[in-house]
C-alpha cells in the first residue's frame, strides 16, 4: 500500500526555518521523481520543489529559490524541504507528491499534508 506521510510543519516566526519530511513507503522510492506542493489560502496548489530520480537534480518555483532546499535521501525513502527565511506568505498546507511516467501510464500519489504557519 501506497504512503506520504509529510510531517515538521508548525508554526515559527517570520524569518525563522523550518525541516519538512516526508516518509515514503509501498513503492519503489529510488525512480519516482519527488516534489513538495503547497496549498496556501484563495490559491491553487502550486509546485513548490521538485527533485528528479535519476540525478537528483533539483527545482524551484521562483519564490523560493535560494530559501528552500530540497533533498531526497533514497535509502531511507525520504524527501526533505529545508526552508529558510519564511514569510508570513509562505503559510499554508505542504504536500509529499511522488511521480512516475512509464509508457502511457502515470503514478502519482499525494501525501495528506503538513501545516505551515508563519506568523509573529
Aim: include cysteine; glycine fraction near 10%.
Amino acid at each position: 500500500q501506497v504512503s506520504l506521510v509529510e510531517s515538521g510543519g508548525g508554526l515559527v516566526q517570520p524569518g525563522g526555518s523550518l525541516r519538512l519530511s516526508c516518509a515514503a513507503s509501498g513503492f519503489t522510492f529510488s525512480i519516482y521523481a519527488m516534489s513538495w506542493y503547497r496549498q496556501t489560502l484563495g490559491k491553487q496548489r502550486e509546485l513548490v520543489a521538485a527533485i528528479t530520480s535519476a540525478d537528483g537534480s533539483a527545482r524551484y518555483a521562483d519564490s523560493m529559490k535560494g530559501r528552500f532546499t530540497i533533498s531526497r535521501d533514497n535509502a531511507k525513502n525520504m524527501v526533505y524541504l529545508q526552508m529558510n527565511s519564511l514569510k508570513p506568505e509562505d503559510t499554508g498546507v505542504y504536500y509529499c507528491n511522488a511521480f512516475r511516467r512509464y509508457a502511457t501510464y502515470e503514478y502519482d500519489y499525494w501525501g495528506q499534508g503538513t501545516q505551515v504557519i508563519v506568523s509573529s
